[in-house]
């Protein structure tokens, strides 16, 4: 078990960027696909971005794409969602996952949270 705290959440005007990070505990961090979900008031929890053990492999909603940047910091046990051009639409929660199945489906192991917040 993999125990996983997300913090850089914040406010942004619409245009802007944060830069979320996940910060995890346990000795798996580094063996297993990790990534980033989020949940927007009175929805379901959405795929967001997801990232291969060794970095190689990187792979985004079709929101997201080309805005938002994954990565990872094996040694830190760290993944960071670089987030630019925010949208209103980008406002939720944001939560880290471990370990994250082929098909971006969630697995067991998640973060308390982040709250982003866009303003137009």
């Known amino acids: 078990q993999v125990q996983l705290v997300e913090s850089g959440g914040g406010l942004a005007q619409a245009g802007g960027s944060l830069r979320l990070s996940c910060t995890a505990s346990g000795r798996t961090f580094g063996y297993h696909r990790t990534g980033w979900f989020r949940q927007a008031p009175g929805t379901g929890r959405e795929f967001v971005a997801a990232?291969?053990?060794?970095?190689?492999?990187?792979y985004y909603s079709d929101s997201v794409k080309g805005r938002f940047t994954i990565s990872r910091d094996n040694a830190k046990k760290t993944m960071f969602l670089q987030m630019n051009n925010l949208k209103p639409d980008d406002t939720a929660v944001y939560y880290c996952?471990?370990?994250?199945?082929?098909?971006?489906?969630?697995?067991?192991?998640w973060g308390q949270g982040t709250q982003v917040t866009v303003s137009s």
């Open positions: 996952n471990s370990p994250v199945g082929l098909t971006n489906s969630p697995g067991a192991d």
């Open positions: 990232i291969s053990w060794n970095s190689a492999s990187t």
